[in-house]
């Protein structure tokens, strides 16, 4: 069996903290320098589904970009195995979003700084919250890399998203080469795992019993999501131990308390509490026992033994899981519609904020 540090070496993540993404930096540079927003492109922001062609006023860099992602496939069985599994749990893996993901990351402190770059994720949680919540259900839902799913055009999307954010800190005074590289290679890892591994545990946390079987398949599956996010092969593990292994290394040599970070888990918090909840327990007490202690003191939330231990009680457990409806297939259709409405209803979410000038 491998070891930690042979399987994931330090120097190896050295490497990778200073790597970025070369296929999206380019896009996002040739558009800059060819004054293209995209922002501001009524065919750019009408591309959601994959069966849309490619607009042809597009720079050629840009239409090369969408072409090249949406010639990544995903293994048919890999696909079916981790869109199954988030039909079957995903209105419990949407409150792990909110209350264990995305508060997780906060912890990783230089990425905690990146997201800070953008004050409209301490202004508007809820955006950053609901953003990722259809980002989530895009690229898992079923139908999310068929013609007439929103996978691909998803993904390049919010991948051009943090081209651009390396782009404008780099070009910026507020970085510096010690920091690495922003949304580098190690940080897109991280973020991918709190996606699949983070989730997982986050399900058995609320009392599922999610199979090794299962685990993998859903790990593999955001495997395939993060390549097209343009994480490279070396830290996508493919096994559940291979994950274990990786998420460790990263929070020993990421995780502590920053400031950007606390601020960013306490706004999160603020919002979610204002949200009506289907379970009793406080907002705080359900955060707290899903990110644990060591977790919560990095991101400055409080943490109350003796109110998450009421949670871990097997029967108020089973009394937290059983708030999620049994019927998942009816309650996934929910959320479709809940999604569509939204979008019908208003603006379309538009993930490339940061090429704003």
């Known amino acids: 069996m491998q070891t930690q540090a042979i399987k994931y070496p330090n120097k190896a993540l050295d490497i990778a903290r200073k790597t970025a993404d070369v296929l999206a930096d380019k896009t996002v540079k040739d558009l800059f320098d060819s004054g293209f927003n995209p922002l501001s492109n009524t065919a750019y922001n009408q591309l959601v589904f994959n069966n849309q062609p490619i607009p042809n006023q597009f720079p050629e860099g840009l239409k090369s970009y969408f072409a090249t992602i949406k010639s990544y496939q995903i293994e048919d069985k890999v696909a079916a195995e981790g869109s199954q599994f988030y039909v079957e749990h995903a209105s419990a893996i949407m409150l792990c979003l909110g209350m264990l993901s995305l508060p997780y990351c906060y912890a990783a402190a230089e990425g905690a700084k990146v997201l ?3 004050k409209r994720i301490y202004e508007q949680p809820e955006k950053r919250l609901t953003e990722t919540a259809e980002f989530v259900f895009d ?21 051009l998203m ?9 070009h910026s005074d507020k970085w510096s080469d010690e920091q690495g590289t922003p949304v580098n290679q190690e940080d897109m890892a991280g973020t991918n795992l709190s996606f699949s591994l983070i989730a997982i545990r986050g399900l058995r946390k609320l009392g599922y019993s999610i199979s090794a079987k299962e685990s993998q398949a859903y790990i593999r599956y955001w495997n395939g999501i993060g390549a097209m ?16 292994i990786l998420d460790k290394k990263i929070k020993s ?9 606390a601020l960013l888990a306490v ?18 007490t359900m955060m707290s026992y899903l990110l644990g202690e060591e977790i919560c003191a990095m991101i400055g939330l409080p943490y109350d033994r003796l ?7 097997i029967k108020n457990l089973n009394a937290v899981r059983n708030v999620f409806p049994t019927n998942q297939k009816k309650e996934f259709r929910n959320l479709k519609k809940q999604f569509g409405e939204r979008n019908s209803g208003g603006t379309p979410f538009k993930f490339l904020t940061s090429l704003s000038p």
Not at 233 to 241: G, H, I, K, M, V
């Open 116 to 118: 800070s770059f953008s």
């Open 139 to 159: 690229v898992c839902s079923p139908e999310a890399f068929k013609p007439e799913g929103k996978g691909f055009i998803s993904i390049a999307k919010v991948r």
């Open 162 to 170: 943090h081209a651009a954010i390396r782009y404008h800190l780099l």
């Open 229 to 244: 996010l343009g994480v490279e092969q070396d830290w996508l593990p493919d096994s559940n131990e291979e994950a274990f």
């Open 253 to 261: 040599r990421n995780f502590t308390y920053s400031t950007e970070g």
């Open 267 to 284: 706004n999160l918090q603020n919002y979610i509490k204002s949200q009506p909840l289907p379970f009793s327990f406080p907002t705080e």
């Open 307 to 313: 109110e998450v231990d009421l949670i871990s009680n």
